[in-house]
T-cell receptor, first 112, second 111 residues
C-alpha cells in the first residue's frame, strides 16, 4: 500500500468549530488531493496541491482551505464547520499527469 | 462537459456470473480511464486502467472494454466472487492532474 496516513480517522465536532484534517505521505509524490465522499455523489475534489505552497481549488472548495508547507503533509481546514460538511474525507497522492492516484483510508467527520 | 456518468447505481450478481458496469463521457479530451475498487472502511484502490488507443484491456478476471466512437467504457468482472463485493468507480482524466469520478456502483455477489 502507498504510504498515506490520514489523521484523525474519526472526529465528531460541533457546528461553528474549526477542524483540521491531516494527510501525511512517505512516497515523495508531487501531487496531493483532498476529496469528500457522500452517498449519491461519489468522490468530489475539494482542493489539490501540485507542490509545496502550490494549491488550487476543486469542484467543492467553498468552506475549505488547505496548506502544504512540506512535501509530505497536506492539511485540510474547515474554518467554521457546518452540518453540510459531515462526510468521509479522503486524501490521495499522485506523481502527476495521467498517473494513478493512491488513496488513504479516510477520515469520517461528523458535525453536530 | 466534465461529467462521467456511471450505471447502474447498484448491482446484484450470482457467484460465478458476469458483472458489468457501464460509464459514459462527453469530453473527447479525456485520455486516461481508470477504474477504482473500494471496500467498506477503506479508500478507493486502482483496479485497472485503459487509454483510448486500445479497445480492450484484461487483467485476470477484470476487463475494460472501450468504445471511443460511442464515448463509452465498461468494466466486466468474469466469474464474479463474493470477495468482489465492493463499490466500483469509473473515472476519466485529461492529463491535467485531476481525475473526474463517476458516482459509483455498489456490487453485491451472492454466494
Amino acid at each position: 500500500d502507498a504510504g498515506i496516513t490520514q489523521s484523525p480517522r474519526h472526529k465528531v465536532t460541533e457546528t461553528g468549530t474549526p477542524v483540521t484534517l491531516r494527510c501525511h505521505q512517505t512516497e515523495n509524490h508531487r501531487y496531493m488531493y483532498w476529496y469528500r465522499q457522500d452517498p449519491g455523489h461519489g468522490l468530489r475534489l475539494i482542493h489539490y496541491s501540485y507542490g509545496v505552497k502550490d494549491t488550487d481549488k476543486g469542484e467543492v472548495s467553498d468552506g475549505y482551505s488547505v496548506s502544504r508547507s512540506k512535501t509530505e503533509d497536506f492539511l485540510l481546514t474547515l474554518e467554521s464547520a457546518t452540518s453540510s460538511q459531515t462526510s468521509v474525507y479522503f486524501c490521495a497522492i499522485s506523481k502527476g499527469g495521467s498517473q494513478p492516484q493512491h488513496f488513504g483510508d479516510g477520515t469520517r467527520l461528523s458535525i453536530l | 462537459q466534465q461529467q462521467v456518468k456511471q450505471s447502474p447505481q447498484s448491482l446484484i450478481v450470482q457467484k460465478g456470473g458476469i458483472s458489468i458496469i457501464n460509464c459514459a463521457y462527453e469530453n473527447t479530451a479525456f485520455d486516461y480511464f481508470p477504474w477504482y475498487q473500494q471496500f467498506p472502511g477503506k479508500g478507493p484502490a486502482l483496479l485497472i486502467a485503459i487509454r483510448p488507443d486500445v479497445s480492450e484491456k484484461k487483467e485476470g478476471r477484470f476487463t475494460i472494454s472501450f468504445n471511443k466512437s460511442a464515448k463509452q467504457f465498461s468494466l466486466h468482472i468474469m466469474d464474479s466472487q463474493p470477495g468482489d463485493s465492493a463499490t466500483y468507480f469509473c473515472a476519466a482524466s485529461m492529463g491535467d492532474d485531476k481525475i473526474i469520478f463517476g458516482k459509483g456502483t455498489r456490487l453485491h455477489i451472492l454466494p
